[in-house]
């Protein structure tokens, strides 16, 4: 199978980079694309960079330049639920792109895209499933996704009254453009800071939670 792997930062990357042998870079535009072999299948992982646009641009390059059967995606959150711990590991069954909002002129929901029936982009339910089977302690969650990083505890009560657990800036344009071109998508997320942790925490702790997330998806890519 050929795997797709978005990366958002330097330091999800380095864990990436850290476990694999034989990694072999391609320039495609702008981007570099790191190419090797992982439990059986041709993986190429990108870094996007920060935020949805990048996020998206990415994901499209990638489908498009490896003609990749599967995107997945690995890397840090914030919590929205106090009861949420540093190190704490989910799937992503659904993301809701908060900063998305067409209501004034379409017959929608704020943060709805017109072709869902509510404020959710799916993910890959199956894939969910058999991510969940390999590592029965992985939580399936909702992510509230969009250009900020999140500190304010009232920005972070506002998101998880959409339903959402945790806060990400790439995973709804991931899902989003994977859904547009017909590719299945998986997301492992793993806290980098709390609920009541601010960017600081996410700097202490980034590179050993993006290690644990990445370790979760070589996991799931032996059963794929």
């Given at each position: 199978?050929?795997?797709?792997?978005?990366?958002?930062?330097?330091?999800?990357l380095?864990?990436?980079?850290?476990?694999c042998?034989?990694?072999?870079?391609?320039?495609?535009?702008?981007?570099?694309?790191y190419?090797?072999?992982?439990?059986?299948h041709?993986?190429?992982?990108?870094l996007s960079?920060?935020?949805?646009?990048d996020?998206?641009?990415?994901?499209?390059?990638?489908?498009i330049?490896?003609?990749?059967?599967?995107?997945?995606?690995?890397?840090?959150?914030?919590?929205?639920?106090?009861?949420l711990r540093v190190?704490?590991?989910f799937?992503?069954?659904?993301a809701?792109?908060?900063?998305?909002?067409?209501?004034?002129?379409a017959?929608?929901?704020?943060?709805?895209?017109?072709?869902?029936?509510?404020?959710y982009?799916?993910?890959?339910?199956?894939l969910?499933?058999?991510?969940?089977?390999?590592?029965?302690?992985?939580?399936?969650?909702?992510?509230?996704?969009?250009?900020?990083?999140?500190?304010s505890?009232?920005?972070?009560?506002?998101l998880?009254?959409?339903?959402?657990?945790?806060?990400d800036?790439?995973i709804?344009?991931?899902?989003?453009?994977?859904?547009?071109?017909?590719?299945?998508?998986?997301?492992?997320?793993?806290?980098?800071?709390?609920y009541?942790?601010?960017s600081?925490?996410?700097?202490n702790?980034?590179?050993?939670?993006?290690?644990?997330?990445f370790?979760a998806?070589?996991?799931?890519?032996?059963?794929?």
């Amino acid at each position: 199978m050929k795997v797709g792997i978005i990366i958002a930062i330097e330091s999800e990357l380095a864990a990436f980079l850290d476990s694999c042998s034989n990694v072999r870079s391609v320039q495609v535009g702008r981007k570099t694309v790191y190419c090797t072999s992982r439990k059986g299948h041709e993986v190429y992982a990108v870094l996007s960079g920060y935020g949805e646009i990048d996020a998206a641009a990415a994901t499209e390059m990638l489908i498009i330049w490896s003609h990749c059967d599967l995107i997945m995606n690995f890397g840090v959150t914030g919590a929205l639920e106090p009861s949420l711990r540093v190190e704490d590991l989910f799937v992503v069954s659904k993301a809701c792109h908060y900063d998305y909002d067409a209501s004034a002129f379409a017959p929608v929901k704020k943060h709805q895209y017109a072709d869902y029936p509510d404020e959710y982009i799916p993910l890959d339910p199956d894939l969910v499933r058999l991510a969940r089977t390999k590592i029965p302690s992985l939580r399936e969650t909702a992510v509230a996704s969009g250009d900020r990083f999140i500190e304010s505890r009232e920005d972070k009560e506002a998101l998880r009254a959409l339903g959402c657990s945790l806060c990400d800036m790439e995973i709804a344009a991931i899902a989003r453009t994977c859904d547009i071109n017909g590719v299945r998508c998986l997301s492992i997320k793993c806290i980098s800071d709390a609920y009541d942790d601010d960017s600081s925490a996410f700097q202490n702790n980034v590179r050993r939670s993006a290690t644990l997330a990445f370790d979760a998806i070589d996991q799931i890519l032996e059963v794929l």
